[in-house]
């Protein structure tokens, strides 16, 4: 039995002093006031591990050219075969940066310059190789807005406009349901069935999310109308340009989540021209459930904790704070075991000298699913 002294819990939801965090092999066992038999570790504030909602780390890479990032396939504007893994290269410098800052886990998946790019995976930031890295199946990316149009000179049937995307999704989707109706009919039998179109089904039956890129206020109301007409489960990436409460208001109305950033880059393109730190204040009086990203490298994943402080800002509590970066993440993301200090939850947590939220501070200890992945001696 090992265990960590927390002279401040942040659980994930709630603070607690002066605890315990006890654990064997992997897996919390015990959070108590008293003094456990177990080799204590360390000592000083503890957080759950942090979990990135949405990044490209490891396909966009430390120190290598531009044009070895492997964030798009142009093979194809609708591939949704393709996974973020097989582009991910676990030596990348920035994961042992992440690591050091307390962040444990990451979403990586494939840009947006196509409408459907690809699976989106949950990963270890400090496993060795992508098979040990990945946890999960996150769900298929899509793009909404300027970013699939932008891309004309890519291979395949290439929209000049945002209804043609749309247009395009659509046509998927809706070849997708007749497939299904076919199969329920026995009209087809499921060997005849494409992969590719086998992947639309998934999504039309909830087995498969959508993670959708779009930063305008009108993107995310095509968005509603595309999960209203087709059932599909959803989370909205970005929506960076999102300033007013009523759009958020909106989105939450709909039941979709938000994968909310990167906050702190530069607004680069006219679907930006509303971005704003102060947007985050609209947000919050929304009630939109919501969790933090990065979009690393667009701000370095080892940065992401610090993007609270706007939500700070206008009243989010610290320990809610921490929440959006640790158990709103995993239940938006729909992993299991992590992102909580709890009985029976993967013991990845991070041992503070101070209080997370002051600059000054760092982490001490870094534990991955009970393994010491970082200490600062």
């Not at 044009?67 to 582009?87: C, K, Q, W």
């Not at 299904?180 to 026995?186: I, Q, V, W």
Request: aromatic share 8%.
């Amino acid at each position: 039995m090992k265990a960590v002294k927390a002279n401040l819990l942040y659980d994930g939801a709630t603070t607690v002093r002066n605890v315990y965090v006890t654990f064997e092999g992997d897996v919390i066992r015990r959070v108590t006031s008293e003094k456990p038999e177990a080799e204590i570790l360390g000592e000083g504030i503890v957080t759950p591990a942090f979990i990135d909602g949405h990044s490209h780390i490891g396909m966009a890479r430390s120190g290598e050219p531009g044009r070895e990032d492997e964030g798009n396939e142009e093979m194809d504007p609708l591939f949704p075969l393709v996974s973020a893994i097989h582009s991910v290269y676990m030596d990348d410098i920035a994961f042992k940066e992440s690591v050091e800052s307390g962040v444990l886990y990451s979403t990586v998946l494939p840009g947006s310059g196509n409408i459907v790019g690809g699976r989106a995976v949950l990963i270890r930031n400090y496993a060795s190789n992508i098979e040990q890295a990945k946890i999960m199946d996150v769900g298929v990316k899509a793009a909404l807005g300027y970013n699939p149009r932008s891309t004309t000179e890519w291979k395949g049937k290439r929209p000049t406009t945002r209804m043609g995307a749309i247009a395009l999704l659509r046509e998927s989707l809706i070849k997708a349901t007749k497939t299904k109706r076919l199969l329920s009919k026995r009209k087809k039998q499921p060997d005849e069935i494409e992969p590719v179109m086998d992947a639309f089904i998934d999504i039309l039956d909830r087995r498969l999310k959508l993670m959708v890129h779009l930063h305008k206020e009108d993107d995310a109301m095509v968005l509603i109308q595309l999960v209203n007409e087709f059932g599909f489960k959803a989370v909205l990436n970005h929506g960076m340009d999102i300033f007013r409460e009523e759009a958020f208001a909106r989105v939450a109305a709909a039941g979709i989540p938000i994968v909310y950033g990167p906050l702190d880059s530069f607004p680069y393109k006219v679907e930006l021209k509303h971005e704003s730190w102060r947007n985050a204040q609209s947000l919050l009086k929304s009630g939109a459930k919501f969790c933090m990203m990065s979009d690393h490298p667009v701000i370095l994943q080892r940065n992401m904790f610090y993007t609270l402080r706007h939500f700070l800002r206008f009243g989010l509590s610290k320990e809610a704070a921490v929440s959006k970066v640790t158990k709103d993440a995993a239940e938006i993301l729909g992993a299991k075991g992590i992102g909580e200090i709890k009985n029976g939850f993967k013991a990845s947590l991070v041992v503070w000298n101070g209080d997370p939220f002051d600059l000054s501070n760092f982490p001490t200890l870094v534990i991955g699913e009970g393994k010491e992945v970082h200490r600062e001696e």
